[in-house]
């Protein structure tokens, strides 16, 4: 395996309330190597989002690192000063967020939303910064001339595009892209994907790619990880995590999405309600919802192992 | 523009309305005002005059609506006739001499009211966990709930009493000639310090707590996590990303001000003896100075409306949003 870009180890984040610690992300590790393209999946409120931000320290209050490492290049980023971190930010690490339509400023042009970015991290007036963001704009196939325009002047796949440009900008090594394209129909999605997929090519950055829709993440992510509340259970490559998944999650997950190519099926949910992050129980977090519960799993966190190189899955089955 | 229009057209109406009702009033009263006005002038007045007062009211003889259009014509015209305090200058001379001053006092405290409210508001819930956000604007607020006139008189009493630090009453030096010279410029200053730092002390926690809550609600957008994870200072995401937007719902709350900084002027004038409307308007109902008195409400209302409509021009520039 190639040096890792990012190497997140045992990281912990907790929402910290006046009715307890929900720990939203407990305990990940996973890496992620230059040019490799790492999805994470997981129902909603598994932790995906909070796992994202937390890698630049977006995190706000009441989330809190808790526990863990996040290196980036050989860099802990938990240990970054402030003017450490604000260089690191986008410079090496960008973001699409998950609702793409709202991160940009409703009173602010899309051009200076480019090149602010830009101008803060390189040495070059605003002149030059905008001769590189109606590059940035071509590259995504948005006309060099709505720089002057305010994003309610764009529609929602045009306006996706600029957050990507902008994501662009500093030809960052990583970025995370938080479900970026659940806002826009599957047309829109599919050209955005292809166009990311040939930027990728051209300028070779990593993605973390986060969806909850496990057959678009099939079709682009190298390698794939599974959340379920907190826990990462189930890593490895693609193919085998939907061919061959190991962890019971994993297969309802993937047994209730539709294949479109494949002959029809009848899908199959998986029973029951996601668990309460501040009430869970002892033992493994899935053990309420799978069909194969034994007592131990009402004991013992199910740990981590190794099935395969580079595959990993947390079931006391296996 | 076509949002500009209406807003126009209304403030146009608002203004119709108002000086109609300033055409009823007098024909509501008992008895007849002229009447009444030619007796508190106390023989200062000529015949000759007291008909062009008629005229200017409109009671002249014809129909309602011939009244009503002659008076119309007066007041756009500005041939308000004269005053019956200071008789013979005409209202409008006076009120022309006092208008500035009041302008300057309502409109100077709002703006620095507004402008520190916005700043204090914006750094405060950005470091809402600091020092600064913690008590400066419950010490504000503190302030604030004082009654106005206990703020400006105890202000009155120190400032100017008892330390002699500033000026107790007019808005210059009368020993100095007017003028746009440093002595005169700075004489002004001086006279306005009570006055205007009265009012500002007063207004400035609206803003303070206006902008605290717009930043509370900005902050937590996901355009403002962007501007964060984009690694820019905290300066501009704080000011260009977040307080730019913050101040929109501000902004709508300063036409609805200006109207309230008018008013508290007139106060303000009576207790620091300010020569604005405010003072000549408590002068011209002692003596009834009826031709005064409208003349100020008219031009009171002119000026609330007129500065509303900048508002909304702000409010346009502000938000690029709404159709030019
Ligand atoms: N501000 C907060 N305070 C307390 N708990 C929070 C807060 N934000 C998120 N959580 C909890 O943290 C958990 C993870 O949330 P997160 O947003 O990371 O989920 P997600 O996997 O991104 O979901 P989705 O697919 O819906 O985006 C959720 O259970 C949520 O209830
Ligand atoms: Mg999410």
Redesign the interface.
């Known amino acids: 395996m190639k040096e890792a870009l990012l190497e997140i180890n045992n990281l912990c984040v907790d929402y910290v309330s006046a009715n307890g610690v929900a720990r939203a992300v407990n305990n990940v590790s996973l890496t992620i190597a230059p040019g490799e393209t790492l999805g994470i999946a997981g129902e909603s409120g598994c932790g995906k989002s909070t796992l994202a931000?937390a890698i630049?320290r977006?995190h706000?209050a009441p989330a809190l690192i808790s526990e863990g490492e996040i290196i980036y290049n050989g860099r802990d980023v938990l240990k970054m000063s402030d003017k450490e971190?604000?260089?690191?930010?986008?410079?090496d690490v960008?973001?699409v967020?998950?609702?793409a339509m709202?991160?940009?400023?409703?009173?602010?042009t899309i051009g200076e939303q480019l090149t602010?970015?830009i101008v803060?991290?390189k040495r070059i007036s605003f002149k030059q910064a905008a001769v590189k963001a109606k590059e940035l704009l071509g590259i995504v196939g948005i006309h060099g001339d709505r720089l002057k325009s305010?994003p309610?002047q764009l529609s929602g796949g045009m306006r996706q595009r600029v957050v990507i440009a902008?994501a662009l900008a500093l030809e960052p090594k990583l970025i995370i892209m938080d479900e970026p394209t659940t806002a826009l129909d599957v047309v829109v999605e599919r050209e955005i994907l292809n166009e990311l997929y040939d930027l990728k090519e051209k300028f070779g950055f990593s993605i973390l790619f986060i969806s909850h829709d496990l057959s678009l993440m099939g079709e682009i992510a190298d390698r794939i990880g599974v959340m379920y509340a907190g826990n990462l259970i189930e890593i490895g490559d693609a193919k085998t995590v939907f061919s061959k998944p190991s962890h019971p999650y994993t297969k309802g997950l993937i047994a209730s999405f539709p294949t479109i190519h494949g002959p029809k099926e009848r899908l199959y949910g998986i029973p029951g309600d996601p668990v309460n992050l501040l009430r869970l129980p002892s033992g493994c977090n899935f053990q309420d919802r799978c069909a194969d519960c034994m007592d131990i799993c009402k004991k013992d966190d199910p740990l981590l192992i190794e099935l395969n190189v580079d595959y990993h899955a947390a079931c006391h089955k296996l | 523009m076509s949002f500009l229009l209406r807003r126009l057209s209304f403030y146009f109406t608002a203004f119709l309305i108002a000086i109609s009702f300033n055409f009823m009033l007098p024909r509501m009263m008992p008895g007849d005002p002229i009447d009444a006005l030619f007796a508190a002038a106390q023989g200062k007045m000529d015949p000759a005059q007291m008909d062009a007062v008629r005229e200017m009211y409109g009671f002249v003889d014809g129909n309602v609506f011939e009244q009503y259009l002659s008076y119309m014509q007066s007041v756009f015209t500005l041939d308000l006739g004269p005053s019956v305090l200071m008789f013979p200058i005409d209202v409008t001379t006076v009120v022309g001499m006092s208008l500035p001053w009041t302008m300057f006092l309502a409109l100077g405290s709002l703006i620095v009211a507004l402008i520190l409210g916005v700043t204090i508001g914006t750094y405060s819930s950005y470091r809402r966990e600091g020092f600064f956000g913690q008590f400066v604007p419950p010490f504000l607020a503190f302030i604030s709930n004082f009654p106005y006139i206990v703020t400006a008189l105890l202000l009155f009493y120190f400032f100017g009493l008892q330390l002699e630090l500033l000026p107790l009453a007019y808005t210059y030096d009368p020993a100095i000639d007017p003028g746009f010279t440093l002595e005169f410029i700075g004489s002004v200053a001086k006279h306005a310090v009570l006055p205007m730092g009265s009012m500002i002390l007063v207004g400035i926690a609206t803003w303070v707590f206006n902008m605290r809550n717009a930043m509370i609600n900005v902050l937590g957008?996901?355009?403002v996590?962007?501007?964060?994870?984009?690694?820019?200072?905290s300066y501009?995401v704080m000011y260009?990303?977040a307080g730019?937007?913050a101040i929109?719902p501000v902004a709508t709350a300063i036409a609805m001000a200006i109207g309230f900084s008018f008013a508290g002027s007139i106060m303000t004038e009576v207790v620091f003896n300010y020569q604005g409307l405010g003072n000549i308007l408590l002068k011209g109902i002692m003596a009834r100075d009826y031709p005064l008195i409208q003349a100020i409400l008219l031009i009171l209302v002119s000026a609330v409306l007129t500065a509303n409509f900048v508002a909304d021009l702000l409010y346009v520039w502000?938000?690029?949003?709404i159709s030019k």
């Not at chain 2, 502000?318 to 949003?321: N, T």
């Open positions: 931000f630049t977006l706000k971190l604000r260089d690191f930010r986008w410079n960008s973001i967020f998950q609702s709202n991160s940009l400023n409703p009173v602010i602010d970015v803060a991290h305010f309610h902008i | 957008e996901d355009y996590t962007m501007a964060e994870a984009k690694g820019l200072s501009r260009r990303y730019r937007n929109l502000l938000d690029p949003r």
